[in-house]
């Protein structure tokens, strides 16, 4: 082995590729370069040190830093104006590059949320690029390097010692102290000479002798003003000098730092700091609106334009509203304002719901009948119908982009059809008329289809006068052949089926006076052959082209799709054909065999159920089912179309002609409703997304509507101290329980573990200790398993058994004093399983273990769901709301519940100084009305800015006098202004009151006025008031003096007429608000928080649901006591089943120890299912396992094909039997009655490395295992099975691939398959595998080549295509292509290119000798 060879080994063995003097950056793909030094330490100097600092000295002397002694002497000589001037300008352009440099705040955003061990150093060659632009006389070595070099960890280029930061200020202060610089002068009078000549060549230009009086030479006074008067003082040269610096300062100004200049565009834009992002973050307009019509910035639609719109969210909205008719016009008026707050004015849904609520609704005011017997009586009754809900409001914002986008494709048809009229000459009175009734987008492309179709040649014509030249079509193609068809004689022939396409579909949809066809003179194969031609030489031909010329044109014709269309709607019928692939794949536990053979759904039957239909859809793509949508009455509606087409006269002639135009709508029959199926599929999968996303959205608004937990006696909203506990995976018995103490404020104060909490007495007297320490109110649990039921009966037997008492408080029955044992609740964990192990969750908690983050996750959701929900941001869509969800586009599922987060967060408002000190409450900001994660984050730095403290919202649009910059613009100030509340402070006479309510500052002179009508004070006493204490000083005196209750006395409707009245305004509601504000400000509005149900408490701890564990159904358990009269077994899910000794057997005699013992795995069927006590009742009879389940099915025998079904059964029935395959059940834990598909359902939710033993399709002499190798990869290993009792047993020699032998299951497992799951777990964490697809490893190969070109570079992914296979995927330069090379996983080893590698270690470094051996054939075939 040469020594570069056992150099380049041994180095992989100490440190392992380019550890050693630089790693790489796994988000950009570049390098961050160290070297180090003989002992080990890091040392990020340069190779060349000494070089650096000979040419950093030289630059120092350029530069001016060392300053002769003459200049010292002179030092007290005044400067001329010309010299000031060049200092200032050296100043001004220091301070500019300084201003250049990136703002320490910025950097910090940009790290905000990445993880210490991501963060570059500083000395990272992330700035590489930024060194190149910057210094021009940076060195660059290109020398190429020796094979044995290659994937070797040898730096290329070295890194400057300082990096490119804030700037450095050497050289100022090098100037600033020059004076104070003295150099030694030699005594010898030359060299002294020599070195003072030197020291002028290197003396920059703006410290020549302008202005100053120098006597290098011995000259005297007379001497050097004759010299100045021959040769001047190079003050006429000035002007080249300054024209000079000053394009050197352009220059610079030209080169200014920017965030893109450092950080590559993917980090950008993840946090938002792309230019697109600043633009939307500075722009008076709320950030969603920005982001929502963003495609449609050009678009101004005003005037009739925007009363259409109107129109046509009414009519799309009115239908589902179920009002009554009479309420049709407020309605649509309702709508109208909406759209106007929307697009007008940019204000926000919550805005609008909460401050323009008046407009939502419709009053009626009748004569009060009482009143004429009762005076006192109200004169009139108000009568309110709530015209749009929040839901509605949220509906016409997306009904409104919608809009958009069909407005701008029918403007583009109108612009279409005018350049046809006015280059061509085109009139077509069908276009501008469909055009105007035009309400889908459909309608719109069958018109543009139409257009294209029709007028082809004109719009080809059109873009060549234009300039615009497209590619030539081959002569075959179809349009070319249609084109042909239309300037040939064939063309007469299609005349004469005698009634044009577009008439033939206004009879189709009745529109107008019936047109009859009328009948040529001669037969149809006649009159073809007499319109033979070059092109079509024969009748035959003629009548093939004519046939499928007439059908095209009724294809396209815009009027028969409609009338298609509205037929496939009302009439429609969708009906499921099973493949081949889905015969055996969809078995009765297939979560798609509700759909398997359903037949005959009506699209209103599906609009019921909309995750049918989704299911469908999803079953098509994967390729188990077909969906079919049929005209019900397809007979019926072919005859009705052939009777408008058909001619009324009675011959032989007629009939042949009638023939003839059937044949022609057979053609066209086809294409319409393969066209139109499709269209219609789609329509109903984007109507059935909605109705999920709308079922979704309300169950996550029904989660976020939960107030704080509220202990008795409290007020609702008030935060609880929350002891939370948890198991995690353990027994509460033999493994510890986690606990975590969350005070009021959510801090963290206190954690640990306890032991046995049911017997262990020294635990429950150390629990005593921590509850009268800490005095929770309330003690909250949660778990992995169902183990944690047990913790929680637990912890119930210890606070009643210790009279563990919550806070007194008064009984608002009695009035008296009392209190109550604390309450254990179980916690919804949702959120905290996301939270534990997240970066977010190490990064607050770094030294905490995982479940006792868990723990404190768990206690904040007690303390505030809504909160903790807001922090998970789009990892929302992990939760699950439906089922069905994952049938959603994500975009479109995480856009709706953004929408019901926005709602609540604005309905209980965010205190805007805890946000910018809490970065928990933070993420609530952009949520906020007006704002998002881009205006938020601007919100906070201003703020910052500004001094940290907001004190009025008036201040966030800025307060000059006080030197307050702006936060937001006006129009972002007018949505989150209310919604933003300050706290108020009663002894800070500057502190507004209003500002800690609901109440907008624009009705602030509302709640003023009625503030001091309650207090009885008339005009004087109120200007008596606010003159000395400010605006809110009547406010303020109410609640000082307690009187917020007479606001109840107040009559608002007098109020509400007077201002709609005299200023226009409805604001009865608002008046409402106000009312209630004034009493208590900022009140918590959301339910009471939601304690689980036994169902939903026992999903959670066992993932069990009623549709996967059900009684009736057969399951797999395993015996863990067996007694004479009974025996105990447990089930996959954890909870325990109990078996009477007659459910053993029907023999009456006997032990039931004789038939089934201890360790045993049994098939069972569920007899009962006690959810709340996590108990079950099992049998193992055979005459009841016999019987298999069967789900509920309502389906009839018109919607579901049960013959089909039935057949199946018997064809699958057939096979198992002569396979073997159903009838085996083997005694092992791990074995399970799985076919493949059902093998990677259940392990998909296990770990990395778990096994499934299952029967094999090969007979009763193979066992299939399945294990899983990493997330979505699965494989499936065949074992032969040796030496076999009898048929059903397991062999006593198991084989696997002819090369592997065990003698029992469990050796196979632990030997074989765990033995690879440890290579596995050791390459995926090995420092050069890579997450994700192939795709994304080649990317990162190419993005790395890209920003180190004289690299190479290797790493390792999976192979999802080849369980148990990975690939060794290279690069050897920038140039040469990516190279992949199969590692297989075997046990105890890595196997490549059939030779086997005990660790990673001997894998890579085998490669690199591999790789090289491969390069020098290549080298020895060449020469």
């Known amino acids: 082995m040469s020594n570069s060879m056992r150099d380049l080994i041994v180095g992989e063995a100490e440190l392992d590729d380019e550890e050693d003097d630089e790693s790489f950056d796994e988000e950009t793909g570049e390098t961050r370069e160290r070297s180090r030094k003989q002992n080990g330490d890091i040392d990020d100097s340069s190779e060349e040190e000494d070089d650096d600092d000979d040419e950093e000295e030289a630059r120092e002397i350029r530069e001016g830093f060392i300053v002769d002694e003459d200049e010292d002497e002179d030092e007290d000589l005044v400067e001329d104006e010309d010299e000031r001037r060049k200092r200032r300008k050296r100043k001004r352009r220091q301070d500019h590059e300084e201003e250049a440099q990136l703002d320490d705040e910025d950097l910090d955003l940009i790290g905000e949320n990445i993880p210490e061990w991501e963060r570059k150093e500083p000395s990272q060659s992330k700035y590489k690029r930024l060194k190149r632009g910057h210094r021009e006389d940076d060195v660059r070595r290109n020398k190429q390097r020796d094979l044995d070099d290659m994937f070797s960890d040898e730096d290329d280029e070295p890194v400057d010692d300082h990096p490119y930061a804030r700037p450095n200020h050497r050289a100022a202060a090098a100037e600033e102290f020059a004076d104070f610089i003295e150099d030694d002068f030699p005594e010898d009078e030359d060299e002294r000479m020599r070195q003072m000549e030197d020291m002028e060549v290197a003396r920059p230009r703006d410290k020549g002798i302008t202005g100053r009086i120098v006597d290098r030479a011995g000259l005297d006074k007379d001497a050097l003003e004759d010299m100045e008067a021959i040769f001047g003082n190079g003050e006429d040269y000035q002007w080249a000098l300054d024209e000079e610096e000053e394009e050197e300062e352009r220059q610079r100004e030209e080169q200014t730092l920017e965030l893109k200049d450092v950080f590559e565009p993917s980090q950008l834009a993840e946090k938002l700091l792309t ?16 982001l929502d019509r963003k495609p449609f910035k050009h678009l101004n639609i005003q005037g009739e334009q925007f009363k259409d719109e109107i129109q046509w969210i009414a009519d799309l909205m009115w239908p589902k509203k179920q009002l009554s008719g009479d309420l049709h016009g407020p309605f649509q008026k309702a709508v109208g304002k909406v759209l106007e707050y929307f697009v007008l004015e940019d204000l926000e849904v919550p805005y609008v719901f909460q401050h323009r609520k008046d407009y939502l609704i419709h009053a009626r005011k009748t004569r009060n009948p009482e009143h004429r017997d009762d005076p006192e009586a109200p004169e009139y009754i108000v009568n309110a119908e709530k015209l749009l809900t929040q839901d509605d409001l949220w509906r016409i914002l997306e009904l409104d982009i919608k809009y958009r986008s069909l407005f701008e494709k029918r403007s583009t048809l109108e612009r279409t059809y005018e350049n046809l009229r006015e280059a061509a000459q085109v009139n077509d009175d069908m276009i501008p008329e469909m055009l105007s009734q035009a309400v889908t987008m459909e309608e719109l492309q069958d018109l543009q289809d139409y257009i294209n179709f029709q007028y082809a040649s004109q719009l080809k014509d059109i873009a060549a006068m234009n300039g615009v030249v497209k590619g030539t079509k081959r002569p075959g193609a179809k349009s070319s052949v249609f084109e042909r068809v239309r300037k040939s004689s064939v063309y007469k022939f299609v005349k004469a089926y005698g009634i044009p396409p577009d008439r033939l579909a206004q009879n189709a949809l009745r529109e107008g006076k019936k047109a009859i066809a009328d009948d040529e003179q001669s037969l149809p194969i006649d009159l073809a052959d007499s319109l033979t031609d070059s092109q079509f030489p024969t009748g035959d031909q003629v009548l093939v082209q004519a046939r499928h010329m007439y059908a095209e044109e009724l294809f396209m014709s815009p009027r028969m799709r409609k009338h298609f269309r509205q037929n496939f709607y009302m009439m429609g019928e969708i009906s499921c054909h099973r493949t081949e692939k889905g015969l055996r794949r969809i078995d009765d536990s297939h979560p798609y065999y509700e759909i398997k053979y359903l037949i005959n759904q009506t699209i209103p039957d599906l609009a019921r159920r909309p995750e049918l239909f989704l299911k469908m859809m999803k079953a098509e793509e994967e390729g188990f089912i077909e969906v079919k949508l049929r005209l019900q009455n397809e007979k019926e509606f072919r005859r009705q179309l052939q009777a408008e087409f058909a001619s009324d006269n009675y011959s032989e002639l007629a009939d042949a002609w009638n023939e003839e135009r059937q044949k022609v709508l057979d053609v066209a029959f086809a294409k319409l409703e393969r066209v139109i199926a499709k269209g219609v599929k789609d329509s109903l999968r984007t109507a059935c997304q909605e109705e999920l996303l709308k079922l979704c959205r309300e169950e996550y608004s029904k989660r976020l509507d939960q107030a704080p937990y509220k202990p008795k006696g409290m007020v609702l909203g008030t935060v609880p101290r929350v002891l939370a506990l948890s198991n995690g995976m353990g027994d509460p018995v033999r493994d510890p329980i986690f606990w975590a103490w969350v005070d009021e404020g959510g801090r963290v104060v206190e954690h640990g573990k306890f032991g046995n909490l049911a017997r262990d007495e020294t635990q429950r007297e150390a629990f005593v200790k921590l509850f009268e320490r800490r005095m929770p109110d309330v003690i909250g649990v949660s778990g992995f398993s169902t183990d944690t039921h047990r913790l929680v009966r637990d912890l119930e037997s210890l606070v009643n058994e210790k009279n563990l008492i919550g806070d007194e408080y008064d009984d608002p029955d009695t009035d008296e004093k009392r209190t109550d044992l604390l309450e254990v609740v179980v916690v919804n964990d949702e959120v905290a399983r996301l939270y534990k192990d997240s970066p977010r969750a190490q990064a607050d908690h770094p030294t905490l273990g ?77 949520y906020v009305a007006g704002l998002g994660p881009r205006k938020a984050t601007s919100v ?118 007077q201002l709609e009245k005299n200023y226009n ?327 490549m290119m059939k030779n086997q590698y005990p660790h990673m270690l001997a894998l890579c470094n085998g490669f690199k000798l591999r790789f090289n051996s491969e390069i020098s054939k290549m080298q020895q075939m060449r020469r």
Not at 275 to 290: G, K, L, M, S
Not at 953 to 972: C, F, S, T
């Open 1065 to 1391: 305004q409805r604001k009865r509601a608002t008046l409402e608000t106000i009312r209630a504000e004034l009493q208590a400000p900022y009140e918590e509005l959301r339910r009471n928080f939601n304690i689980l149900s036994a169902d939903q408490i026992f999903v959670m701890f066992t993932g069990e649901t009623k549709d996967s564990l059900a009684e009736g159904m057969i399951v797999s358990v395993n015996l863990r006591v067996v007694k004479d009269d009974f025996a105990i077994a447990k089930l996959d899910c954890g909870i325990e089943g109990r078996i009477e000794a007659h459910e053993v057997s029907h023999r009456s005699n006997g032990s039931i120890r004789d038939v089934i013992h201890v360790g045993q795995t049994v098939q069972s069927k569920i007899l009962e299912l006690n959810r709340k006590d996590f108990l079950a009742k099992l049998t193992l009879r055979e005459e009841a396992l016999r019987r298999p389940y069967k789900r509920h099915n309502d389906h009839d025998r018109g919607t579901w094909d049960f013959r089909l079904e039935d057949n199946d059964k018997d064809a699958l029935r057939e096979k198992d039997r002569v396979t073997g395959r159903t009838q085996r059940v083997i005694n092992h834990p791990l074995f399970k009655p799985f076919n493949s598909t059902q093998a990677e359902q259940f392990l998909g939710s296990q770990a990395q490395g778990d096994v499934v033993i299952r029967p094999s399709s090969k007979g009763n002499d193979h066992l299939t295992i399945t294990w899983k190798v990493a997330d979505g990869v699965y494989q499936h290993i065949d074992v032969l099975e040796l030496q076999k009792e009898t048929e059903f047993s397991v062999g006593k020699t198991l084989r696997i691939g002819g090369k592997y032998t065990y003698t029992d299951l469990d050796e196979l497992i632990v030997d074989h398959i765990k033995a690879m799951a440890k290579k596995v777990d050791e390459l995926m964490g090995h420092e050069k595998f890579k997450k994700g697809s192939v795709s994304d490893a080649e990317k990162w190969l190419t993005s790395y080549s890209d920003a180190n070109p004289n690299r190479s570079i290797y790493l390792f992914c999976i192979n999802p295509k080849r369980a148990g296979y990975f690939f060794l995927c290279f690069k050897a330069s920038k140039t040469s292509p990516i190279n992949m090379w199969e590692v297989k996983v075997v046990p105890h080893a890595f196997e």
């Open 850 to 926: 995982s479940n006792t983050r868990y723990c404190i996750a768990l206690a904040r959701y007690l303390q505030n769901p809504m909160k903790e929900y807001a922090a998970l941001g789009k990892d929302v869509t992990s939760l699950l709301f439906n089922p069905c969800q994952h049938l959603l586009p994500q975009e479109k599922l995480l856009k709706h519940l953004e929408t019901s987060m926005v709602d609540m967060v604005n309905l209980c408002g965010v205190d805007i100084n805890e946000a910018v000190g809490d970065a928990y409450t933070s993420n609530l900001l952009p």
């Open 275 to 290: 230019d697109e992002d600043n633009a939307i973050r500075f722009t008076d307009e709320p950030e969603r609106f920005q």
């Open 940 to 1057: 906070i730095k201003a703020i910052n800015t500004n001094g940290g403290k907001v004190n009025s919202r008036d201040e966030l649009v800025g307060d000059p006098d006080n030197n307050k910059l702006p936060v937001v613009g006006p129009r972002v100030w007018n949505n989150c202004a209310s919604f933003l509340y300050i706290e108020y402070t009663s002894s800070n006479n500057d502190s507004e009151p209003l500002d800690n309510t609901r109440v907008h500052p624009e009705d602030y002179e509302l709640g003023r006025k009625m503030a001091a009508d309650a207090l009885e004070l008339d005009e004087e006493d109120v200007k008596a008031e606010t003159d000395e204490n400010g605006p809110g000083a009547i406010v303020r005196k109410l609640f000082r003096e307690g009187e917020q209750e007479k606001v109840n006395e107040l009559i608002l409707e007098e109020y509400a007429e």
